[in-house]
């Protein structure tokens, strides 16, 4: 079945380390993005990529960083830097960045540092 | 001004009554809108697009796009307890949503 896999669902940091979250699709999408969620609240951009070796900065990308090696996968990695880390992390693709083309979305990754 | 406003919530509708989400937007040039039901502790999914002014039918479901108001909205008729989620409104050309409605549907 194609789908976005996020990877893992729980994760559990000590302040001051840097973690990765996992992306991967296979849904033949170019675009993929990063959200991120916190309780009660809307989602907000963190990065996103139209396309292989490239991203761009979304709203809030300060203390987050991203890599786009292959098409597939889309690894966030959340560095000591983010001051508030604790949230709800979503990935997702779309055949296009624009034009009409509705996102897919991973399952998520609920990430507390403490 | 936020691109894309929705009221918070929470809105508690009754079950079996129509249930009327609204969504408002800034910039003219959006055509087209997604909206995504999101249930608690899950990630969203789209429910409904609406790429023309005027109304679009799915099952219980109804789109509604008013370009010259700038504002979107979703009914829902017949609501059932499993319609209790989160409802996001998205202009389709863009990769922003709305902060959501949370809709409550009372027995």
Not at chain 1, 13 to 27: F, H, M, P, Y
Not at chain 2, 50 to 68: C, V
Request: hydrophobic share 30%.
């Amino acid at each position: 079945d194609g789908g976005i896999t996020q990877s893992p669902k729980y994760l559990f940091r000590k302040e001051g380390q840097n973690v990765t979250l996992s992306c991967e699709q296979n849904l033949n999408h170019d675009a993929m993005y990063w959200y991120r969620q916190d309780p009660g609240q809307g989602l907000r951009l963190i990065y996103y990529s139209q396309i292989v070796n490239d991203f761009q900065k979304g709203d809030i990308a300060e203390g987050y960083s991203v890599s786009r090696e292959k098409k597939e996968s889309f690894p966030l990695t959340v560095t000591s830097a983010q001051k508030n880390p604790t949230a709800f992390y979503l990935c997702a693709s779309s055949i296009a960045s624009t034009r009409n083309s509705p996102l897919h979305f991973g399952n998520g990754t609920r990430l507390t540092v403490t | 001004q936020k691109e894309v406003e929705q009221n918070s919530g929470p809105l508690s509708v009754p079950e079996g009554a129509i249930a009327s989400l609204n969504c408002t937007y800034s910039d003219r040039g959006s055509q087209s809108f997604f909206w995504y039901r999101q249930y608690s502790g899950k990630s969203p999914e789209l429910i409904m697009s609406i790429y023309s002014n005027g109304d679009k039918e799915d099952g219980r479901f109804t789109a509604q796009l008013n370009k010259a108001s700038q504002y979107v909205s979703l009914l829902i008729r017949d609501s059932q307890p499993s319609d209790s989620a989160t409802y996001l409104c998205a202009p389709a050309s863009k990769i922003i949503f709305g902060s959501g409605t949370r809709l409550s549907i009372r027995p």
